[in-house]
């Protein structure tokens, strides 16, 4: 059985209480303009970036959200990751995939309204 969750995270951010959020966001925002590049390139290096640093899956899916937004194609982010697998290695490129896919399956996770009950056995 299920409860709904009436106090968790993501009902606080929709509140507007995401302190830490927003000045992850503002030194994005801050960065993309400093650095020159159109915003396709600037995620793409972040892309690189992120890999080449075994980033978290919630990374991956900062940036790749913020890719959509922008119009940046699957193509051209799976692009980056054959450049770079010769420099950052094909087990680092394998475990981004990995990242990537947990990322998008966390936000999936997250967007429920419901929290499974916990098992008692």
């Known amino acids: 059985m299920t ?3 009436t106090d968790n995270a993501l009902d606080r951010i ?6 830490v959020l ?5 030194m994005n925002l801050d960065a993309l303009e400093r650095s020159g590049l159109d915003a396709e ?33 699957m193509e051209k982010a799976q692009a980056v990751l054959v450049a770079i697998a010769p ?5 680092r490129v394998i ?8 990322g998008v399956l966390g936000a ?4 429920e309204q419901t929290v499974p009950e916990q098992r008692t056995s």
């Open 22 to 26: 927003e000045t992850v966001l503002q």
């Open 95 to 102: 475990a981004a995939a990995g990242a990537i896919i947990r």
């Open 87 to 91: 420099v950052v290695g094909s087990a």
């Open 3 to 5: 409860q709904p969750a």
């Open 14 to 19: 929709a509140a507007g209480d995401a302190p």
């Open 108 to 111: 999936a996770a997250l967007t």
């Open 41 to 73: 390139t600037y995620l793409l290096v972040r892309l690189a970036a992120l890999v080449a640093m075994d980033a978290a899956p919630m990374s991956y899916l900062v940036t790749l959200g913020a890719g959509a937004d922008a119009g940046l194609t």
